[in-house]
């Protein structure tokens, strides 16, 4: 199954030590993300993922590896606490999802909600069929207008943070030269 | 027997918490900070699982109205994680140019080495 497979993913990004193939990995385990979502039914966020994911995401991970070291390092401190922690979390959340309805069941509390007004009335109310698209614009418009706020807000941090670090390597490089 | 219905059907889970503690792990364990992120979005992509997987309905369709079908999936896990698909975008870019900026301060971008620095200045 294609989860199994993504878990594969995951280990070998664990082990690898190359950030180049750390990378690679990535851009991959996205594609297989990507895949599980369409047969999830979630077509829309499948596009996104592999757009964001695998696409912009590659790429800005690639430019960052321009700019720094490639290998990583061998760790010095021992690291069995953090796997101790996991370990421990992971156990504790398995041991709760099993109370929760098993998979793919129409009946489960999550459809009993909202969404199946948002199915019956989108037609209706904003005659857009994609219902994500309406729930996204039109419905959850306040959430979207959020979720660009952060864009912008992340957009004005990476150009501070890179303009500053430009300017400061002019000077420098005015210093050494003097 | 109910064992093994009960394995089945929460497969899905254990693999989401899998990838989840995955990226926990790469988070806290792993010295490197290109690491750290792409440990970070790992444990983003586990959340996308996370809520899709409960909206799916067996023999349901994608969540676009048409009158060949009845039965289709929760749209609103879809819509929450495509919000949380670019906000995550946003996190690991401003992340990477901390990243970058870090290395020009310190020339490294391992954690053990930053200290390192911190305790010798």
Known sequence: MLLTL????????VRQRSLFGVVILASIYSFLMASVL??????DVAMTEASVGAGVS?????????????????????HLLPLFVSLGTGAVLVWGTLVLPPFGTPDAAIHKHVAPRY???TIKDTNVPNVVTSVLADYRGYDTLGETTVIFTAGIGVMLLLRKAR???RRDDAETSR | MPTLA?????YHYAITIFL??????IVVARGNMVKKLVGLSIFQTSVYLLYVEPGKIIGGTAPIIDPSFTVYSNPLPHVLMLTAIVVGMATLALGLALVVRINEAYGTIEEDEIFERDRET
Request: net charge positive; proline share 2%.
């Open chain 1, 6 to 13: 993504l878990a594969v993913v995951t280990i070998a990004i």
């Open chain 1, 38 to 43: 369409i047969v999830l039914d979630a077509v």
């Open chain 1, 58 to 78: 590659t790429v800005l991970l690639l430019a960052t590896l321009h700019l720094v070291k490639t290998t990583e390092m061998k760790r010095v401190r021992p």
């Open chain 1, 119 to 121: 199915i019956a009335d």
């Open chain 1, 167 to 169: 300017r400061r390597g």
């Open chain 2, 6 to 10: 009960i394995v089945t059907d929460h």
């Open chain 2, 20 to 25: 989840m503690m995955a990226g926990l792990y």
